[in-house]
């Protein structure tokens, strides 16, 4: 499956924005999804996850009460919702999908392109 990221962008602190992420190839419902992100001079690290059909989600501490994750399996998309956006929240963003749900770097099979946030205080 190939994966294209996007909707990234400016914003001030306390602001919002939706990332997409448009999957072509094999079927979007066979594979779990999630999104990670990357700062200057850090490792990449999970952000937010969704199980096949969407029924599970789950995120990281750090953006749990702010971030929203979701899918449409029948437009082959997936979204993160990022409100009460923060400096730290600074970071390219990455979509992936994988066999299996998706909590580490490790498990992604495919990734996106990156795209990036940028939160000014």
């Known amino acids: 499956v190939q994966l294209q990221a996007s909707g990234g962008g400016l914003v001030q602190a306390g602001g919002s924005l939706g990332l997409s992420c448009a999957a072509s190839?094999?079927?979007?419902?066979?594979?779990?999804m999630g999104w990670f992100r990357q700062a200057p001079g850090k490792e990449r690290e999970f952000v937010a996850g969704i199980s096949w059909i969407g029924g599970v989600t789950y995120y990281s501490d750090s953006v749990k009460g702010r971030f929203t994750i979701s899918r449409d399996n029948a437009k082959n998309t997936g979204h993160l919702q990022m409100d009460s956006l923060k400096p730290e929240d600074t970071a390219v963003y990455y979509c992936a999908a994988g066999d299996r749900l998706l909590t580490t770097v490790q498990r992604a099979d495919y990734w996106g392109q990156g795209t990036q946030v940028t939160v000014s205080s």
């Open positions: 190839g094999r079927t979007f419902s066979s594979y779990a």
